[in-house]
Every structure is written in structure tokens, then in C-alpha cells.
């Protein structure tokens, strides 16, 4: 199956900041079949991107997502409060789905 | 708007089974996909298997075959998630959520099901 190994393990920035979350597969996940999820403390994920650039309809313009292949990221462009999360990137270009362990993010 | 609820938390003995449900809303129940996922105390998300509502195919993880069952009830659009031989390692918050039709992402998921098991 294909392992994603995502980095950093924890993100700390000042409001505004720009935050790029890193999500690399351990072989090719079909071109771009990947989603990043946002997930807050009780309760569940939120999908965010799919297709890799791909933003959900209701999800600020400040996220967006870039890649294919093997390497992907997520990049908040100016970091609110309400963006304290955990984000998670998962691949569906291979059976079975996978996911990555995830990257917090905090404000300093 | 989509709906996605699940049954309450659970507590079981090793070796028992568990079945957890999942109510959906908001949607045609047999346009989309509902999968299972399940997250361990500090690990990552785990996909478990799929069923399509629309015919009841599932696809599991190999590493749950023989041990998972997934059905579904058209008439409530409910799916449900039975799990066998329960051991400690099992103990985890289930998660059921809805696929972008066939697609193997996921759009809206229920709250989780936290699942304990204990001797």
C-alpha cells in the first residue's frame, strides 16, 4: 500500500503567516488523487481539497493545494486562529486508501 | 443538507462483536459510496472497507477480511459496520463517511463511534 509521510509533524505560526504542509507518497499516487482534511479537536475531518488542487465549495481561498505524482502541499496563504487544526492528506489513486499521520498547526 | 450520524460509544469484552450504525440524510442513499475508517489512540486513519448502497457490494481491507461486515437498510439509508473476535487493538474511534460517488474520497463523515474494548 502506499505510505504518506507527512511533514512537519507540528506547525507554529503568528497570525498572517503562510503555512505550507508537506505530504510525500512512497510511490506514485495515480497523478493527482489526493484530498487534505482539516480536523479539530472532537470533531470529524473536514475535507478541504481533492484531486490535489481541487477546493471544496465553502473553503476560504486562503487554502490550496499543488502536486501530483509522488509529492503534494497544502498551503495556507495567511494563517487565521480558526485554522488551529490537525491537517491530514489521504490518497485514493491506489487501493487501499491511505492516510497520512497528519501535521498540527498552532499560532504562536 | 447532508447528515451523517452515528450510534453511540461502545464497550466490549475481547472476543466479542461490535455493530455500529450509520444514518445518512440529505443525499440519494444510493448515489454514494459509504465507507469505514477507524482511528487508534495517537495513530493516523485506517480504511477499513466499502459498501455501495446500491446493490450492497463491499470491498474490505485486507487486513479486516473475515473479521468485517458491512450491510446496509434502504429503507432508514442506514449502514452498518460489524466487527468480530473484538481484541484489545480494536479499541478506537470508528468513523463512517460518505464517498464522492464512486470515488474513494470523503465528503461528509459521521461524528465517530468510540469503541472500547476491555476485559
Known amino acids: 500500500e502506499a505510505v504518506l509521510t507527512q511533514s512537519p509533524g507540528t506547525l507554529s505560526l503568528s497570525p498572517g503567516e503562510r503555512a505550507t504542509l508537506s505530504c510525500r507518497a512512497s510511490?506514485?499516487?495515480?497523478?493527482?488523487?489526493l484530498a487534505w482534511y482539516q480536523q479539530k479537536p472532537g470533531q470529524p475531518p473536514r475535507l478541504l481539497i481533492y484531486?490535489?488542487?481541487s477546493r471544496v465549495t465553502g473553503i476560504p481561498d486562503r487554502f490550496s493545494g499543488s502536486g501530483s505524482g509522488t509529492d503534494f502541499t497544502l498551503t495556507i496563504s495567511r494563517l487565521e486562529p480558526e485554522d488551529v487544526a490537525v491537517y491530514f492528506c489521504?490518497?485514493?489513486?491506489?487501493?487501499?486508501?491511505?492516510f497520512g499521520q497528519g501535521t498540527k498547526v498552532e499560532i504562536k | 443538507q447532508v447528515q451523517v450520524v452515528q450510534s453511540g460509544a461502545e464497550v466490549k469484552k475481547p472476543g466479542a462483536s461490535v455493530k455500529v450504525s450509520c444514518k445518512t440524510s440529505?443525499?440519494?442513499?444510493?448515489?454514494?459510496?459509504i465507507h469505514w475508517m477507524r482511528q487508534a489512540p495517537g495513530q493516523g486513519f485506517e480504511w477499513m472497507g466499502v459498501?455501495?448502497?446500491?446493490?450492497?457490494?463491499?470491498t474490505y481491507a485486507q487486513k479486516f477480511q473475515g473479521r468485517v461486515t458491512m450491510t446496509r437498510d434502504m429503507s432508514t439509508s442506514t449502514v452498518y459496520m460489524e466487527l468480530r473476535s473484538l481484541r484489545s487493538e480494536d479499541t478506537a474511534v470508528y468513523h463512517c463517511?460518505?464517498?464522492?460517488?464512486?470515488?474513494?474520497?470523503?465528503?461528509?463523515w459521521g461524528q465517530g463511534t468510540l469503541v472500547t474494548v476491555s476485559s
Open positions: 463517511a460518505r464517498g464522492f460517488f464512486d470515488v474513494y474520497y470523503f465528503a461528509s
Open positions: 459498501i455501495n448502497p446500491s446493490g450492497g457490494a463491499t
Open positions: 510511490q506514485s499516487v495515480s497523478d493527482t488523487y
Open positions: 440529505g443525499y440519494t442513499f444510493t448515489n454514494s459510496y
Open positions: 484531486d490535489a488542487s
Open positions: 489521504q490518497q485514493y489513486g491506489r487501493l487501499p486508501p491511505t
